[in-house]
C-alpha cells in the first residue's frame, strides 16, 4: 500500500515502482495511462510489460476517487473485473447500464460506455 502524507491519491517516482514491482497500476492520469508502455524509466516493471495499467473511470464521478459517492460501489465492480477478468469480466458492461440506469436515470449508449471503460 501506497504510503505518503495524504490521505487521498499518491504520486509515485518510477523508483518506487520498479521497488514495488506492481502486477496492475491503477491511474486517474490518461496521459500516464495512454503512454506509461513508452517510457523508458518503467520498462521492466511487471504491469506496464503485461499492458494492465487501467485508466480509473471518473464520470460523472470518480469510481474509486474523490468525491465520495455511489460511483465508488460501481469502482468495487469495476475493479473486480480487471484484478480477475477471467471471474469478473463477464457482465461488466450490463452492470454499467444498470448502474447508471438507477442512480443518474440515463441510458447509456454504446458509445458512452466504451468511454466510460476506456475501450
Do not use: C
Not at 49 to 73: H, K, T
Not at 93 to 106: G, N, S, V
Amino acid at each position: 500500500m501506497a504510503e505518503g502524507d495524504s490521505k487521498s491519491l499518491l504520486t509515485v517516482s518510477p523508483e518506487q515502482l520498479h521497488a514495488w514491482a506492481p502486477e496492475i497500476i491503477i491511474t486517474l492520469d490518461a496521459d500516464f495511462a495512454r503512454n506509461a508502455d513508452l517510457m523508458p524509466e518503467l520498462a521492466g516493471i511487471p504491469a506496464i510489460e503485461n499492458g494492465r495499467v487501467y485508466l480509473a473511470p471518473q464520470a460523472p464521478f470518480g469510481f474509486i476517487d474523490a468525491p465520495p459517492s455511489v460511483n465508488r460501489l460501481l469502482g468495487l465492480r469495476w475493479l473486480s473485473a480487471k484484478f480477475h477478468p477471467d471471474l469478473a469480466g463477464e457482465g461488466l458492461e450490463a452492470d454499467l447500464r444498470d448502474f447508471y440506469r438507477l442512480f443518474y436515470q440515463i441510458e447509456l449508449s454504446d458509445d458512452q460506455v466504451k468511454v466510460l471503460l476506456g475501450a
